[in-house]
């Protein structure tokens, strides 16, 4: 666990729960699992604020428990569940782009609260719909609860572990924390629900149409509330699927790039086919036989089986290998090679930050280096077409960076320079690691930059807001329009400018935020499936 890694999970717990959960989700980044007693002691913070904020993390899956031998109940935090909720506004986004505003914000409640139940979720995901839509219009209950079920076939929602059933029935002392376990084959099951209603808009007035206070009316529903259906079976946003999804994107995009848009799109049905049936984790998809692909081809999207086959071929041939074929039956059998994708995607992205940060004679030596594996000072200069000078500065500046290391091959046990060969070399490995710390610390920095101008500006954001509530709810009356532009003038030339500025800004580093989170994804992609290999 780097420094900048643990500021990054600092400043993003800040941000998400406050000054307490920071405090105690920090502590435990910092020294690993411990007891309640341990974590309170050493915090400085009352017993019971420490509990309410393990609750908090536990809730979001950002901490998790083990009970040793002796019963005492450790928590330990999950630093890169924590370093997920830079991704929060992604997993929103594709959710939108996949499965309109009702999948937006079923996800957006599930990212929000952690964890919930199916019919909650509905309840509140149909009223923030109705809330938005014209007068007279509501969501119904089962077009949100269709799209989950959908969200739930994709396997982008999960159901989270239950209480084993074994400890409930146990007649002696209950157990100093519960196990929780989840049977495989029930992670996606969906409850069967008969959720039969409307959302509901909340009222602006204080009293309801009968005229009663709101402090009198739970008085009448508290005793007549109904059982809820799918009491104790909770769910929440798979975002090693979403991983998944982003990868298979990022291999698409990549193939469109290198060759055409008819490749990119066999190549996404192909990965299509196999979402399901590959895990995660996996280095290749299933093995999917061309008959297979051309069946599963968008609808409307005219090639003919021979063209298709020639296609494949292609893409087995092409040197990138992300297609390989793995046998010869139904027409031939192809898999996609995702752990050679990632390496791919991975070096491209070192060559764009060679370019970019020490120019484009740089990335020539890096290129270079890449392809050949192995070479003398003297065998950079001759294959570049660079002179001597050039490419010592040139080589030196990148090996003080960590993008090429440099390995001693001696003649004789004495190491002496005379007799000894110095080879440039690139781990890639090595270099992902260096750049993706470099990425959290960007990415802290932006943070940063962005709560400071937020800040700067914290008095005119407040009257900005106080404006624009005045102005609502003189719309909301019906008030005429010289009143509406005489509340608007209150915010005066020079504070609209400083505010455009400031929300120009914002936007700049909130984009910078996602972007740089991209290349993070790209970098731990490749890590993680590298690390699995060896």
Same mark, same amino acid.
């Given at each position: 666990m780097t420094q900048a890694e643990i500021k990054l999970c600092s400043l993003l717990l800040q941000e998400h729960f406050g000054e307490i959960v920071e405090k105690i989700g920090v502590h435990l980044i910092r020294t690993g699992s411990q007891p309640l007693r341990v974590i309170a002691h050493d915090t400085g913070t009352s017993l019971d604020q420490v509990k309410k904020a393990l609750c908090v993390l536990i809730q979001h899956n950002l901490v998790t428990y083990q009970v040793h031998k002796r019963g005492v109940v450790e928590y330990e935090a999950q630093c890169s569940r924590v370093l997920r909720m830079l991704r929060y506004p992604r997993y929103i986004y594709t959710t939108k782009t996949l499965y309109s505003d009702t999948g937006e914000l079923i996800v957006e409640e599930l990212l929000l609260n952690g964890k919930l139940t199916m019919s909650a979720v509905i309840k509140k995901v149909a009223d923030r719909l109705t809330e938005t839509m014209e007068d007279g219009k509501t969501m119904d209950y089962a077009e949100v609860s269709s799209t989950f079920v959908r969200l739930a076939d994709t396997h982008f929602v999960q159901r989270c572990p239950l209480v084993a059933t074994t400890e409930s029935s146990d007649p002696g002392l209950p157990p100093p924390a519960p196990t929780l376990v989840i049977n495989e084959k029930d992670m996606y099951l969906v409850p069967k629900l008969s959720l039969i209603g409307k959302g509901k808009r909340r009222r602006s007035s204080d009293e309801d149409a009968a005229g009663e206070p709101k402090a009198k009316r739970p008085k009448h529903t508290a005793d007549n509330k109904e059982p809820i259906p799918d009491d104790g079976i909770y769910w929440q946003a798979n975002l090693d699927r979403f991983h998944q999804?982003?990868?298979?994107?990022?291999? !698409?995009?990549?193939?469109? $790039?290198?060759?055409?848009?008819?490749?990119?799109?066999?190549?996404?049905?192909?990965?299509?086919?196999?979402?399901?049936?590959?895990?995660?984790?996996?280095?290749?998809?299933?093995?999917?036989?061309? $008959?297979?692909?051309?069946?599963?081809?968008?609808?409307?999207?005219?090639?003919?089986?021979?063209?298709?086959?020639?296609?494949?071929?292609?893409?087995?041939?092409?040197?990138?290998?992300? !297609?390989?074929?793995?046998?010869?039956?139904?027409?031939?059998?192809?898999?996609?090679?995702?752990?050679?994708?990632?390496?791919?995607?991975?070096?491209?992205?070192?060559?764009?930050?060679?370019?970019?940060?020490?120019?484009?004679?740089?990335?020539?030596?890096?290129?270079? !280096?890449?392809?050949?594996?192995?070479?003398?000072?003297?065998?950079?200069?001759?294959?570049?077409?660079?002179?001597?000078?050039?490419?010592?500065?040139?080589?030196?500046?990148?090996?003080?960076?960590?993008?090429?290391?440099?390995?001693?091959?001696?003649?004789?046990?004495?190491?002496?320079?005379?007799?000894?060969?110095?080879?440039?070399?690139?781990?890639?490995?090595?270099?992902?690691?260096?750049?993706?710390?470099?990425?959290?610390?960007?990415?802290?920095?932006?943070?940063?930059?962005?709560?400071?101008?937020?800040?700067?500006?914290?008095?005119?954001?407040?009257?900005?807001?106080?404006?624009?509530?005045?102005?609502?709810?003189?719309?909301?009356?019906?008030?005429?329009?010289?009143?509406?532009?005489?509340?608007?003038?209150?915010?005066?030339?020079?504070?609209?400018?400083?505010?455009?500025?400031?929300?120009?800004?914002?936007?700049?580093?909130?984009?910078?935020?996602?972007?740089?989170?991209?290349?993070?994804?790209?970098?731990?992609?490749?890590?993680?499936?590298?690390?699995?290999?060896?």
């Open positions: 999804h982003f990868r298979d994107q990022a291999i !698409v995009s990549a193939v469109a $790039n290198r060759m055409d848009q008819t490749s990119s799109e066999i190549v996404r049905t192909m990965l299509r086919m196999s979402e399901i049936t590959t895990s995660s984790s996996a280095p290749f998809t299933q093995p999917l036989s061309s $008959n297979e692909i051309f069946r599963s081809l968008p609808v409307g999207y005219n090639i003919s089986k021979q063209v298709l086959d020639q296609y494949l071929t292609l893409l087995a041939d092409d040197p990138l290998e992300f !297609v390989g074929k793995s046998g010869d039956s139904g027409g031939g059998m192809y898999v996609i090679n995702l752990h050679k994708a990632l390496a791919c995607l991975a070096t491209a992205t070192l060559e764009s930050v060679v370019q970019e940060r020490f120019g484009s004679r740089c990335a020539r030596i890096f290129r270079l !280096v890449l392809q050949k594996k192995h070479l003398e000072q003297k065998q950079v200069e001759d294959f570049a077409m660079i002179p001597a000078k050039e490419a010592k500065d040139m080589l030196y500046k990148m090996l003080s960076e960590n993008f090429i290391s440099l390995q001693e091959i001696p003649k004789t046990p004495d190491h002496a320079p005379s007799r000894t060969f110095y080879l440039y070399t690139v781990n890639i490995l090595s270099a992902a690691r260096m750049l993706l710390h470099r990425c959290y610390k960007s990415i802290a920095n932006l943070i940063e930059r962005r709560q400071f101008e937020t800040k700067e500006s914290k008095r005119l954001l407040e009257k900005s807001q106080r404006v624009e509530a005045i102005i609502a709810s003189m719309q909301a009356t019906g008030a005429e329009e010289a009143q509406l532009q005489e509340i608007e003038e209150m915010i005066t030339a020079p504070e609209r400018q400083q505010l455009e500025t400031l929300k120009r800004n914002v936007n700049k580093l909130d984009a910078s935020e996602i972007q740089v989170d991209e290349t993070i994804f790209l970098l731990e992609s490749y890590i993680e499936s590298t690390m699995k290999r060896q």
